[in-house]
């Protein structure tokens, strides 16, 4: 079967938080896919909220300036172009946008499922 070939600019974009937009590129409601790819705009000021995932999360930053937390790693970490973060099964994490620019960050769950979870009361969403 040949992989299909997507165009970023034909996907929808769905609101996610605080003025962030997310566009599904490889994954769909039924599951079907072993992996599933979002690109993520984040606007100046945006902050993820601390979360994490039942499982591995890489987030590759293609535009913008920022910083990340990953518990246990220590410091928080300058981000930016050519920037990729590993984020473990269940492991704690948030990004923030510091620069002018919007950031934008492709974000690949090792699931079919984009599956966000976060301290009981937060109100983050996605």
Not at 68 to 86: F, N
Not at 103 to 112: E, V
Request: avoid cysteine; hydrophobic fraction near 35%; charged fraction near 20%.
């Amino acid at each position: 079967q040949p992989m299909p070939i997507i165009h970023n600019t034909e996907v929808e974009e769905v609101p996610l938080h605080d003025d962030a937009t997310y566009q599904t590129l490889v994954g769909d409601d039924e599951g079907s896919t072993p992996v599933r790819l979002g690109l993520q705009t984040s606007p100046p000021g945006f902050n993820t909220g601390i979360h994490w995932h039942p499982y591995m999360e890489v987030v590759i930053v293609l535009e913008g300036e920022g910083e990340a937390w990953i518990d246990g790693e220590g410091e928080v970490a300058v981000i930016g172009p050519g920037t990729t973060m590993v984020f473990p099964p269940t492991v704690q994490h948030w990004f923030s946008v510091t620069g002018e620019l919007s950031m934008k960050t492709y974000g690949i769950h090792a699931s079919p499922d984009r599956v966000v979870e976060r301290l009981p009361g937060d109100k983050t969403g996605g």
